[in-house]
């Protein structure tokens, strides 16, 4: 409401420098945002390229119930494929789209 009212009565210019001298440093902060794991990083660029989101396929599950090891490959349309390993789906998933985002030059 503040915001509003400074930006009603001073115009744009009151409004972004009175957020620019309170939360300015918070703001540049939220724009470095988290450290986005590599499967939403894998989906963002696929979208950015007009792409559909990463298929994740099971190319194997080994090992008792208590110490399982799965094999995952992260896929997208046009691209190879990338392999990933772990002890759950999501932790080879993750390793997958790692691998992608690695071998195809993709920053953070």
């Given amino acids: 409401a503040l ?8 115009g744009p210019e009151a409004a972004r420098s009175f957020f620019q001298t309170g939360w300015g440093d918070l703001a540049a902060s939220l724009d470095a945002g988290p450290d986005r794991d590599p499967k939403t ?11 559909p989101p990463p298929a994740y396929v099971v190319v194997s599950a080994e090992g008792p119930p208590h110490d399982p090891r799965f094999t995952i490959e992260a896929r997208l349309p046009g691209l190879e494929p990338a392999s990933g390993a772990g002890r759950s789906k999501r932790e080879a998933e993750k390793a997958a789209a790692a691998l992608f985002l690695e071998r195809e030059k993709i920053q953070p």
């Fill in 41 to 51: 990083r894998l989906q963002e660029w696929a979208m950015g390229l007009g792409l």
């Fill in 3 to 10: 915001m509003a009212a400074l930006y009603l009565d001073g």
